[in-house]
């Protein structure tokens, strides 16, 4: 596991890598290889992505943004009226350069100096309101945007999400997409301050003080736009290493929250193996691993801040000095160069501020960044035509052809399964025996449609199941996993899964059939009993009856039951078997069993053996003749009569 010393190997590691690659590039050292089947990390350039931000907000969301940067321009221009009061407060009020005689005598204004600066403060206390009340409601409408735009980008990333190929969903981990949902995904709404709304107001107020001080002394101005290459160079130098950065600290974010994921949810695993300290030693190097990254990023956005940190009182005294001379030369008044002062803070303020924020941009661009490589994932219904089949449930018969069908798993070269030939009846049960690892779980897999065959077809009746859609195909599911998974919630909840609109009788009615209603009404709370994460507080038994009673809730027409019996006592055993012989009646069931004492009913069994069928027939006709099926019932009568096959 990695240590302290570990992680500054992996660091040192890291900042070879970096030097290496192009800045834009991102390094991941020590992290596993892209998933198999997944497209390549891309690298997109800041505007590519800006515009691409641009695109996730709807038309609605668009113009209450343009609605904001009104407002916001109306009260950039409002607070540029403030530094000009300076000007009028030491020439026309306070001196005599010219003195209240100066001022037009269109305005009607008295020539009394103190009722002249009651009528200035009292101009400004009222201009200050209006803008702070403009810009408030441009600013409350861009924070409920970000909200709503955080929100509708969390709700897209978990839907594509939850509909990626199998294989891709799982190797994002649970923890994982979580990183992904809280912090990119979260990111992404702030861009709406930090690449909108705030430049917005730079620009706007970089654009009018340049004209403000053009009209002022245009000498000035040109000195102040040798602040521009400035800005660029630092871009050049600092920006674009920033985002790779950023990016590749979440990666190692994701990877933290998956494995802290990881531990809690097989804790009695790693409590049984004493392997706590080792997980805390795991969980400490990669937080220490990303610390390192933190700090490097940190250092090279300081660099920024002391660019700008130096520059700004450099150019305020230069500023100083020139206006000083002019005021001694007697081409500028006091008011005058007080005024210029004032309005190059103005220019340079916003200047530094978009400058330093970048980092920010960076860091929420690299956020965004690993939003659209995942929403640009392709989706397991893809390959599904436009005018797919849509399923009546009520006219699927359930015979299930497969034809020739082999399986080769993403970024594998061996197969799975080769050349199964077999057609399933309508409402008949097959039997699935075999070995472990001889690809009877990968054929039911292929049966529910989570993966697509490599070569063959898998055809309800007599449909392609590529040419169906998911969603409909799903709906005639029943599934139950010899490890079982149940959500975090009440028993009613869990049994009511599949059937939201499910009666109160109806699920009792299920939970009396999977011989779950007995301990359920003996539990405190009954039906409404939380049950904890993946069901941490029933049984192994109790959690297998709970998933059947959800099977049969569903009211499938095919039912897989991937060791359905394999948690329960021989009592529950016994008693669930005869209600499962009613709900196979009529649909047809895959059973996976390595007790083969629990498949004498089936219709069919198939005898499954490195990826092929080695024997096909009925229980009795296989029982006798002397193949392998024969073989494993041997084994098993012989020793434990209800010995599993290994």
């Known amino acids: 596991m990695h240590s302290r010393a570990g992680s500054g190997r992996r660091f040192r590691q890291y900042r070879i890598e970096r030097r290496s690659r192009r800045p834009d590039q991102q390094v991941a050292p020590d992290g596993p290889q892209p998933e198999p089947g997944a497209r390549p990390r891309s690298h997109r350039p800041a505007f590519s992505l800006a515009s691409r931000f641009i695109g996730l907000l709807d038309p609605r969301q668009r113009l209450t943004m343009v609605l904001a940067l009104c407002t916001l321009t109306v009260s950039t221009l409002l607070g540029l009226a403030m530094p000009y009061s300076t000007k009028i407060a030491i020439d026309f009020i306070l001196l005599d350069t010219p003195g209240p005689e100066g001022l037009p005598e269109s305005l009607g204004l008295p020539t009394d100096r103190m009722s002249l600066l009651w009528i200035l403060s009292g101009a400004m206390v009222a201009i200050t309101i209006v803008s702070v009340s403009v810009g408030m409601w441009g600013r409350w409408q861009t924070t409920r945007l970000t909200k709503r735009v955080q929100i509708s980008v969390r709700r897209r990333v978990f839907a594509h999400a939850v509909r990626l190929p199998l294989h891709r969903a799982q190797a994002l981990k649970s923890g994982g997409v979580a990183s992904i949902l809280r912090e990119d995904a979260g990111g992404v709404g702030e861009l709406l301050f930090s690449m909108v709304y705030n430049p917005w107001r730079a620009i706007v107020q970089v654009s009018l003080t340049m ?96 660019v700008w940190q130096l520059l700004v009182p450099i150019a305020s005294s230069a500023i100083l000095l020139y206006g000083g001379w002019q005021v001694i030369e007697g081409n500028l ?56 089949t849509r399923l009546d449930r009520d006219r699927v018969a359930g015979e299930v052809t497969l034809d020739s069908v082999s399986f080769v798993y993403p970024g594998s070269e061996k197969p799975v399964l080769e050349e199964i030939d077999a057609v399933v009846p309508a409402g008949s049960i097959v039997a699935l025996v075999g070995a472990s690892g001889a690809g009877k779980t990968t054929l039911c897999n292929l049966v529910a449609r989570f993966y697509l065959p490599t070569k063959g077809r898998v055809l309800l009746d007599g449909i392609d199941t590529r040419d169906i859609r998911p969603d409909d195909y799903r709906s005639i599911l029943g599934i139950v996993e010899q490890d079982v998974f149940l959500f975090d919630g009440t028993i009613r909840d869990n049994i009511a899964y599949a059937r939201r609109d499910a009666t ?33 507080r029933l049984s192994g038994g109790q959690r297998q009856r709970i998933a059947i009673a959800r099977a049969i809730l569903a009211d499938p027409r095919i039912l897989i039951l991937d060791e359905a019996t394999s948690n329960l006592d021989s009592e529950s055993e016994r008693l669930i078997q005869s209600a499962m012989r009613e709900l196979m009646k009529g649909r047809t ?11 004498r009913d089936a219709d069919l069994v198939l005898v499954l053996e490195a990826g092929r069928i080695a024997e096909r027939g009925g229980y009795e006709e296989l029982a006798e003749a002397g193949g392998r099926f024969s073989e494993l019932l041997r084994i098993q009568q012989t020793g434990a009569a209800d010995a599993p096959i290994r």
Do not use: C, K
């Not at 069931?589 to 498949?599: D, P, V």
């Open 211 to 306: 004209v403000i001080l053009a009209l002022t002394d245009w000498r000035l101005v040109i000195g102040s736009l040798v602040l521009l290459p400035t800005i660029w160079m630092t871009h050049r130098a600092w920006i674009n290493r920033l985002r790779p950065m950023w990016r590749d600290i979440r990666l190692s974010r994701q990877r933290i929250d998956g494995h802290s994921t990881e531990v809690f949810a097989g804790l009695r695993v790693v409590r049984g193996f004493g392997r706590e300290t080792g997980e805390a030693s795991r969980f400490v190097g990669g937080n220490a691993f990303m610390m390192r990254q933190e700090i490097l990023a940190w250092w090279w956005s300081r660099g920024l801040e002391i």
């Open 589 to 599: 069931t895959f059973i996976i069993a390595h007790r083969l004492s629990t498949i």
């Open 333 to 388: 008044t006091i008011g005058d160069l007080m005024m210029f002062t004032a309005y190059l803070l103005m220019l340079l303020g916003p200047i530094e501020a978009l400058v330093v924020s970048a980092t920010n941009i960076q860091n929420q661009l690299a956020g965004l960044d690993r939003v659209l490589d995942l929403i640009s994932e392709p989706l397991e219904h893809e390959s599904v035509a436009p005018g797919a």
């Open 504 to 536: 109160e009788r109806e699920i009792i009615e299920a939970a009396q059939t999977a011989n779950a209603h007995t301990f359920i009404t003996d539990t405190p709370d009954g039906y409404d009993t939380l049950i904890g994460e993946r069901g941490v």
